[in-house]
């Protein structure tokens, strides 16, 4: 229910219609991003809409764990030249629900997200599907984020409650606002319900 609610919250907003390519990050290691990302993704298909997930975690890739796909052929042999986009997308049991893959590991990460063969994929998988959702690393440990979001329609931030959440939450979000990111919302997770506030 928590994930149908961020689905509304994003999908029938004021920017929803125009953000459809989607990142997911977070400030630290942990907060639960590619979580919250898969959930998301399922929680859209479930809706009727055609829906990616797309790895861009290139360091320490989890879709294909966590989704069940092989990781053969991905994102980055793609970006290699080395496999067509459509070798790369893997279909699921759930119908509209879609997967891309890390698929090699590369050298360079950071680099192969600045290259326009990416902001090209991105725009190839804005036409095939209604919905991309796009996993990235945490946006204070490693730089990747940052080149990752001008390049999307809008940036999902996934917060774990913890007392360092205001001080890394704020911190995360001056570095996607100074590179252009435009802000779909935050999710705060690890809330319980039995909290007083």
Known sequence: EAYRSVR?????????NAHRVIQVTSPAAGDG???LAMNFAVSLAQS????????SDFRRPKVHKLTG??????????????AEISDAIKETELEGFYVMPC??????????????????????????????????????????????????????????????TREFGRRALEQ??????????IVINGVEETDAY
């Open 48 to 55: 009727g809409k055609k829906t990616l997930i797309m790895e």
């Open 176 to 185: 996607l606002r100074d590179v252009g990111a435009s802000m779909s919302g």
């Open 103 to 164: 698929g090699s590991r590369p050298k360079n990460p950071s680099e192969l997200l600045t290259r326009p063969e990416y902001e090209h994929l991105l725009s190839v998988l804005r036409e095939k599907f209604d919905y991309v959702i796009v996993d990235t690393p945490p946006v204070l440990v490693v730089t990747d984020p940052c080149s990752v979001a001008p390049r999307v329609d809008g940036v999902v931030l996934c917060v774990r409650l913890s007392r360092h």
């Open 8 to 16: 509304t919250a994003v999908c029938f907003s004021a920017l929803g």
């Open 69 to 82: 796909v092989e990781n053969k052929k991905g994102v980055v042999d793609v970006l290699r030249g080395r």
């Open 33 to 35: 991003k590619s979580t």
